[in-house]
């Protein structure tokens, strides 16, 4: 649908869905344990705080990222003692490998440092942005947002489904060049 389609769409469903989902008679509980001795006395869970929350992802990623990289300086020092070279690992540039089909592993294989290359035994070796995404996807959990797609009763699981809105929200993650495109997908057919 066109951009113009999904605004009329949103406009009409999108605002019946987020009344719907975050009014206080049908608020989404995330999984919380009913308080009936919350603030507004109605059994139904304190509205999040999506500040704190934002704050505690960033905090549980960088805490995540910071791991990582510390990690992964550990690496390259046995990587450096062993080749017997000076210096920080700081001052490398680590050589990284990832196997075939396997988005988890990553090994340090060598590194550059001072123009020169240098190779190692295979150590382990962390991406940093996984790891901090993997320390802070159980906060991000708790970020409530509606599902456009459909309505769930009173919380989104399988079992609570409800009924369809029509909606069929897509997702593009890593996307080069977002102008191109959107600029395909509103030139194809169905979407017109």
Avoid at 16 to 42: C, E, M, Q, V, Y
Avoid at 127 to 140: L, T, Y
Wanted: glycine share 8%; with cysteine; charged share 25%.
């Amino acid at each position: 649908m066109s951009w113009t389609c999904w605004s009329e769409a949103l406009n009409r469903y999108g605002a019946n869905l987020a009344k719907g989902f975050f009014s206080r008679s049908a608020r989404w509980t995330l999984g919380h344990p009913i308080n009936t001795s919350n603030a507004l006395g109605d059994g139904l869970p304190d509205p999040a705080d999506l500040n704190d929350l934002s704050r505690q992802v960033r905090a549980e990623f960088s805490k995540g990222v910071e791991e990582a990289e510390q990690f992964n300086r550990l690496q390259i020092k046995k990587a450096m003692q062993k080749a017997g070279v000076g210096g920080q690992p700081n001052d490398v540039v680590p050589v990284t490998k990832r196997p075939k089909l396997n988005e988890k592993q990553l090994f340090l294989t060598g590194f550059a440092w001072e123009g020169r290359e240098y190779g190692c035994d295979q150590l382990p070796f962390h991406d940093p942005a996984k790891v901090g995404k993997d320390r802070a996807a159980p906060i991000k959990k708790l970020v409530p947002a509606p599902m456009f797609a459909g309505v769930f009763i009173p919380t989104r699981n399988a079992n609570n489904f409800a009924r369809r809105t029509g909606l069929y929200p897509l997702d593009f993650d890593h996307v080069d060049e977002i102008d191109k495109a959107w600029e395909r997908i509103c030139a194809e057919p169905i979407s017109a």
